[in-house]
Structure formats: structure tokens, C-alpha cells
């Protein structure tokens, strides 16, 4: 049969036809063509190939390639095949989102600019002659001779260019064109990152990781995929133990071997001292650092890539999508804070960051570092079942001890103060006191920004909602507003309560807002910054607020999860975590997983220099076992407990789980579709594919739509994929209902 051709024409509209393949023309995804488009020619690129699926249907031919290589590797065009598969997502969905605009299109090119260079300076006599006579002609061979060739920009722009000119006819000059780099972090000043002695547990961790990569040296940098690939290793280190100096020198290792490297790290703005020591350590030597994130310009993302892609960028860093970096031959990939959900993306093409760097590391043939001090319970279970290398960093870096953490009841709280429990327990306000007057620095953790969380009414109990997602609107003081969280929807703020005319309708529950206005009451003379997304909207205010911080220009940093991830802040002492609550309670399965993490990993924040540090956690609810373990820095006794809740009720790891989701501005429409998919679903269910019943997702109404969802679960990924697909392909929607299907998925809201 004939083969055919899915192409993405450049453009805004961002179109797909189909095109014949003409024979002999070596058409792959990823080439850029030409072809022929309303009597008109047009470029585009090819995201699909396979066979003409109606022969009744002439094609019109691709005309001609562009290049005669894909912009896509061969081993990259392996791992959207195996997406594809896996997460059940069309491979022109995967192959686009693979190859970013900017590269894509024609409209983008290498910026290039005019350089003048000197070809021979006059003779004495001449030299002499154009002093006099054309002084400016003089003036530009005399620059030239001292500081070697400048850009006609430099040189006086336009005004210089007569004179220019005449020197290039003369034979003095030449002028060519060189390309610019456009440099997202031109002007960028970066954190000293001295090199430290490893010590014994580093050690023994940057040594696994070479050797793993010198395992892979022999591996043939061909197209085809590797004949056999490391295992992956978990770093488990705990907060402070010096993980990033193990990535450092391991990157270092693999770069002396001639090999690139890839680093992934959960976002770009929140992790910007990773991204700082890589850069710093790695910048020195010409250029090799490319950093990946959402904020590059067109232009600059078209250099990143195609350094990378040339290999002059053989250190890339950045978040999920990184993942599809072009790296020729990569020989490590690291995936930092791998618990991180930021892995996770939830738009098409679904897929969670950290398993495709496994899978791409194994069609690679080199070695995946994950690492993190609450590994993922997926990634600890591969561990021990013997799938990965395990690899711990059991104490901190510079010999410090792990931070005592109290609990305090705020049950007992609460009956101390009439009118509902303080925002700061006596125990935290004193303790908080104290750390000031010594001079250190104070974080406080509360996931949740906002002024109050609701309005509701004393008298007759009514929560004012979002009357598209039927969740509790968000008081916010500043824009004197109530705002939904999940769709931005706004509503101005009652003084009566809307139902029953009461007038005292309260504030119920707090946000950063007002603890922030709490503390300076209470602190009147401590500096206080606050950060949530909120206060990052503005450009810059993350860094200059963290940056303030370190500067010691601030006293007391307020913050949602933001200020959770991966900082290092030697003056920090103390740590409260005012609500922990907050996470475990969520309709989810990794409600206690999440809280676990969420408290662990801010509690490491505390006493990372030469002073000990300390860790209050306030909590309804002080003996669930999240903040138990989390307490005695317990990682191995909650995943055992945890491990043991999961398997008996059958959740992952020890299944994969999976969700059908329908979405609708009709109700019955998505409730009727997903019950129609679970009846097909279930005749010739494949053994050991457990069907859930469809119900309203825990949010049942999100931007207009109603919402049903289905769980699915398999100890075998592909079953559970290959059944769901194939009822999807064998059915069809009605135009005003939208199904998804998310494998491995993680929003259960
Ligand atoms: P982690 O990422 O594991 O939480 P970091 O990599 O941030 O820990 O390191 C914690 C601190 O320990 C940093 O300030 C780092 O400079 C320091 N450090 C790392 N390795 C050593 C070492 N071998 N000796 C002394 N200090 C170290
Ligand atoms: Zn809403």
C-alpha cells in the first residue's frame, strides 16, 4: 500500500494534511518538506508516516525535503514511539511538542551580524595620506590593528559604513558576516560554586555513577538503540547531605569522557540554586551550559536548540520538556527532586517527566541518576525489588545533624484561645522570638496563599462557591475580590451572607495574606517577605526576594511550597510549618505520601550551616503517620507503612492506575459516556484489569464542564494501555463530550 504523510504546516494556524510519499524520497518524522498547499508551496514538517489509510483518496505528493536529515534523532523518535504506545497519544501529538516552534519554522534563523577585519594595514605613505584626507577611514584601520576585528555596530553602526566601504575596495578590510549567540542569560551573575572535598558517603555515590558511565563508554553512539543499558540509580540523600556536589563531579566525569549531559530539575524558578552551581561550575569553559525553560524567546530557544542539538551545549538543563533535549550522545541524565509532581505533565501529550528520563537513558544506553530525600514510593519500590541501584546519603555534608522537629497540638491550641486557635502557637511565637533576638533567620511554610480560604456564614452555614467549579472561593484582601483557584474566576466580596442576609459572614481559615499581616503585629521590628504566586507574578520578585533573603535583608520568609524545594540557606534555624494538615486530607491516595515529602523536605531547610536547626509542625491531627515518620526522619518506616496500605488496597506502585476522564457542559452527556465506555471497557476484560465504577470527579465542575472520571488498574501498564485504546479507537464521541485518558496519573482532583 502506499505510504503516506502526516505534515504540520508552518504557520499560525498550525494545519495537518496528509501528503503521498513519492518512492525513493526517505521521508521520516521530524524532516522538514516541501509541499504543495492550495496551488501554492508551502514548508512544513512531518510528524507521522505510515500507510495511506484510504486508497479511494488521491494525495497530493510531498514536493521535495528541506533537509535531508529529521531534526528529530533516530533514538528520540524511539521514545515518542514508546509514548505513543504507552500513554495511548497520537505520535503526531508527541512529535510536535518534541520540536519546538522556534526550530520548527522557517521564519526563524541563526541571528547574524556584520564584523569588519583587517586584511593588511597601508603603507607608511598612504597611512600618512588618510590622516589627512579621510580621518575616519584611519581612525577604523588603527582600531582594527589594535583590538582585531569589531562588529560594523560597534565600529559606528550606519555612519561609519561609507568609510568602511571604501577601505573593502581598497583591499584593507574585509567584512563578513558571523552568527550571534542570543543569550538568555547574557549580564547574569552566578553563585560561587567552589568545588568541596567529597566525603566518604559522596564518595562512594560519585563513584557508582562513573562507573556506570564508564560501563556504557563502549556503547556504540549509533542510531540503533544500545544492546544493553545500566540500571538506573536512586540517590536517596537526605536534605543537606551534598547531592548536588555528587551531580556536579559526576558531570564533570562523564563531560571528560567526551559525552553531554542532560539534567532535569522539577522548574526552573524554583530551583535556582541547582541551576546556578551548574552553571557556575560549568560555564567557565565556553559556553556549555544551555538552560531550557519556559521564558526564552523564540530566538533564543532556535540557538539553545541548535547548540545543543550541534553538541556545543554539552551540559542542558531544565524542567520536564527537557527530557526531549537533542543532545547527540548523551552519557548521564539526572533527574534532580525526582518526587517532584512538577514531573508529571498534565496536558496532551500526557507523561511523566522522570519515567520518560528512564526510558530515554535505556534507548540511550547511559546511566539515570534519581535523586531526591523522599524518593517517589514508585522509584523506592523499583529499588528494592532490584529494577534499580540504590545508592544513600545517610548524614549531611558538613557532618551537621538532621534538625529536631516538635509538634504542637493545635487541638490543646485552640481551647486556649476563644474564638479558634491562633495562627502561631505559643510554643513557635517563643521559639520564633528567640531565633530573631540570636540574629538568625526564621521560614515559615503554609501551603495555602490567599488572605482567608472562604467566606462563610455563621448563622446559616453557606460557603460562598465558584459557580463553575462548585469549590470554595478564595478571599484575597489586596484585590478585594473572591477568586476560584482552580479557574480564575472572580466575584466581588458579600456584605451580607447571599442566602440568608446575615451580616456577620466570617473569614474561615487563613492564608498567607493574613499571616503575613499577623507577623507584623507580632514582629514589629523583624523584616518580613512573603512568597506565593501571588507575589512571584511580578517579574524577578522570586529571585530578588531569595536573594534579599540570603543577603540576610530579610528576617522572616513567608511562603507556600515555593520556598519548599531545594534551598540553602545557612542562617535559616528555624522552620514552622503552621497548618500541616492541609495536604492530608485531599481526596487522593498520595495524600500521605505528598504530606510526608511536603514536611520533610521543608524541614530540611532548617540548621544547612554551622548552627543546629529546630522544626515545629502545627497539626490537627498529630498522630497520622505522615507526620510521625516525617518526624523522626523516618523515611524507610513510612514507606514500609505506606507500602503496606498500598498493597492492600491494591494502589501503586504496586498497580498502575490510570484514569478515564469526561468532560462535558452536559451533565448526563458525560455521566452517559463514560458509562458507555466502562460497558464496552468490561466485556473480554483482560485478566487482572480491575475496572472502578464511573462517578463525579472530586471536583465534578471546572471551567463550565462536568466531570466524570473512571479508575483503572493493572499490574501491567501495557495491558491496561493496549484494552483502553482500543475501545477509544473503535468508538466515537458526540461532538460536545471529550475523553482523556491519563496513564499513571497523579490529579485525582
Ligand atoms: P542536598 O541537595 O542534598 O539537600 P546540597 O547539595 O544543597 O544538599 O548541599 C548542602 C550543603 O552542603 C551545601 O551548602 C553544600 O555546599 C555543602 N556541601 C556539599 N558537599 C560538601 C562537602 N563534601 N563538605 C562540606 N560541605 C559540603
Ligand atoms: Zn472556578
Not at 518512492?23 to 498547499?37: E, F, K, Q
Not at 522548574?267 to 556549555?288: C, G, M, N, W, Y
Not at 534499580?388 to 551537621?400: F, H, I, M, S
Not at 498520595?590 to 530540611?604: D, I, M, P, S, W
Request: charged share 25%; aromatic share 6%.
Amino acid at each position: 500500500m502506499a505510504q503516506a504523510a502526516k505534515v504540520l504546516i508552518d504557520g499560525p494556524s498550525e494545519l495537518i494534511f496528509d501528503y503521498a510519499i513519492p518512492a525513493g524520497l526517505s521521508a521520516l518524522p521530524g524532516c522538514r518538506v516541501r509541499i504543495p498547499l492550495r496551488n501554492k508551496s508551502a514548508t512544513g514538517t512531518i510528524l507521522s508516516v505510515g500507510e495511506n489509510g484510504d486508497p479511494g483518496i488521491r494525495l497530493k505528493p510531498i514536493d521535495s525535503l528541506i533537509d535531508p536529515e529529521p531534526l528529530v534523532t533516530p533514538r528520540l523518535i524511539a521514545l515518542a514511539r514508546w509514548m505513543a504506545k504507552y500513554y495511548g497519544t497520537p505520535l503526531e501529538q508527541i512529535i510536535r511538542s518534541l520540536l519546538p516552534g522556534a526550530v520548527r519554522q522557517e521564519t526563524h534563523s541563526a541571528k547574524t551580524r556584520q564584523v569588519a577585519a583587517l586584511v593588511r594595514m597601508p603603507e607608511e605613505e598612504e597611512l600618512e595620506r588618510l590622516s589627512r584626507r579621510a580621518p575616519r577611514q584611519h581612525t577604523i584601520l588603527q582600531l582594527l590593528e589594535a583590538s582585531g576585528p569589531m562588529a560594523l555596530t560597534d565600529l559606528g553602526g550606519t555612519s561609519v559604513r561609507p568609510s568602511v566601504k571604501a577601505l573593502q575596495q581598497a583591499g584593507y578590510v574585509e567584512v563578513r558576516q558571523e552568527e550571534v549567540r542570543r543569550d538568555p542569560d547574557a549580564g547574569e551573575e552566578f553563585l560561587e560554586s567552589k568545588p568541596h572535598e567529597l566525603n566518604p558517603g559522596q564518595r562512594n555515590a560519585y563513584e557508582a555513577i562513573c562507573s556506570a558511565i564508564d560501563a556504557t563508554l563502549h556503547a556504540a553512539s549509533g542510531d540503533s538503540p544500545p544492546a544493553s543499558s545500566p540500571r538506573p540509580i536512586l540517590l536517596h540523600g537526605v536534605t543537606g547531605s551534598g547531592k548536588t556536589e555528587v551531580y556536579l563531579r559526576a558531570a564533570q566525569h562523564c563531560l571528560d569522557q567526551g559525552r553531554s549531559v542532560l539534567v532535569l530539575v522539577p522548574e526552573i524558578a524554583l530551583t535556582p540554586q541547582t541551576v546556578q552551581h551548574f552553571k557556575s561550575r560549568f560555564s567557565a569553559l565556553q559556553d556549555q551550559v544551555a538552560v531550557l525553560h519556559s521564558h526564552l524567546s523564540q530566538g533564543e530557544r532556535f540557538d539553545e536548540w541548535h547548540r545543543i542539538r550541534k553538541g556545543q551545549a554539552r551540559v542542558v538543563i531544565g524542567a520536564r520538556s527537557a527530557v526531549f533535549a537533542p543532545l547527540p550522545d548523551p552519557g548521564l541524565i539526572i533527574v534532580d527532586e525526582e518526587h517532584e509532581n512538577t514531573y508529571k505533565q498534565e496536558n496532551p501529550p500526557r507523561y511523566q517527566g522522570r519515567d520518560l528520563a528512564v526510558v530515554r537513558a535505556h534507548l540511550e544506553g547511559c546511566p539515570v541518576v534519581l535523586g531526591s530525600a523522599t524518593p517517589s514510593l514508585e522509584s523506592f519500590h523499583n529499588a528494592r525489588s532490584g529494577k534499580y541501584d540504590l545508592v544513600r546519603l545517610t548524614e549531611r555534608a558538613d557532618g551537621q545533624s538532621l534538625p529536631l522537629i516538635r509538634i504542637i497540638d493545635m487541638r490543646t491550641e485552640a481551647r486556649k484561645h476563644k474564638g479558634g486557635p491562633a495562627i502561631l502557637s505559643d510554643k513557635l511565637r517563643m521559639d520564633m522570638e528567640k531565633k530573631l533576638e540570636e540574629g538568625h533567620q526564621v521560614i515559615l511554610f503554609l501551603n495555602r496563599r490567599g488572605f482567608a480560604r472562604s467566606l462563610q456564614c455563621p448563622s446559616c452555614g453557606h460557603v460562598c462557591e465558584c459557580q463553575h467549579c462548585a469549590l470554595p472561593l478564595t478571599y484575597h484582601r489586596t484585590e478585594e475580590r473572591l477568586i476560584c483557584h482552580l479557574c480564575g474566576y472572580q466575584a466581588i466580596v458579600p456584605r451580607r451572607c447571599p442566602k440568608c442576609s446575615d451580616r456577620s459572614i466570617l473569614l474561615q481559615g487563613y492564608g498567607t495574606q493574613k499571616v503575613e499581616d499577623v507577623l507584623r503585629k507580632v514582629f514589629p521590628r523583624a523584616r518580613v517577605a512573603r512568597l506565593d504566586a501571588d507575589t512571584a507574578r511580578k517579574k524577578n520578585a522570586l529571585r530578588d526576594t531569595l536573594n534579599a533573603f540570603r543577603a540576610r535583608k530579610v528576617d522572616i520568609l513567608l511562603g507556600t511550597q515555593m520556598i519548599a524545594k531545594g534551598l540553602d540557606f545557612p542562617n535559616v534555624t528555624l522552620v514552622g510549618i503552621l497548618n500541616a494538615d492541609l495536604s492530608l486530607h485531599a481526596p487522593d491516595f498520595r495524600a500521605g505520601e505528598r504530606t510526608f515529602q511536603l514536611l520533610t523536605q521543608v524541614a530540611g531547610r532548617s540548621g544547612r550551616g554551622e548552627m543546629e536547626g529546630e522544626v515545629v509542625i502545627q497539626t490537627f491531627t498529630p498522630h497520622s503517620p505522615s507526620i510521625q515518620f516525617a518526624r523522626h526522619h523516618d523515611y524507610d518506616g513510612f514507606a514500609d507503612q505506606e507500602f503496606e496500605f498500598r498493597r492492600e488496597f491494591g494502589f501503586p506502585p504496586f498497580t498502575h492506575a490510570a484514569l478515564l476522564l469526561s468532560k462535558s457542559s452536559h451533565e448526563r452527556l458525560a455521566e452517559f459516556t463514560l458509562q458507555n465506555l466502562h460497558q464496552r471497557l468490561s466485556k473480554d476484560l483482560p485478566p487482572g484489569l480491575e475496572l472502578g465504577v464511573p462517578n463525579p470527579a472530586p471536583t465534578p465542575k471546572a471551567h463550565g464542564l462536568f466531570r466524570f472520571q473512571l479508575l483503572l488498574r493493572s499490574q501491567n501498564p501495557r495491558t491496561l494501555s493496549n484494552h483502553v485504546q482500543e475501545i477509544l479507537s473503535a468508538i466515537t464521541l458526540p461532538d460536545e463530550v471529550s475523553v482523556i485518558f491519563d496513564m499513571d496519573a497523579y490529579d485525582f482532583g
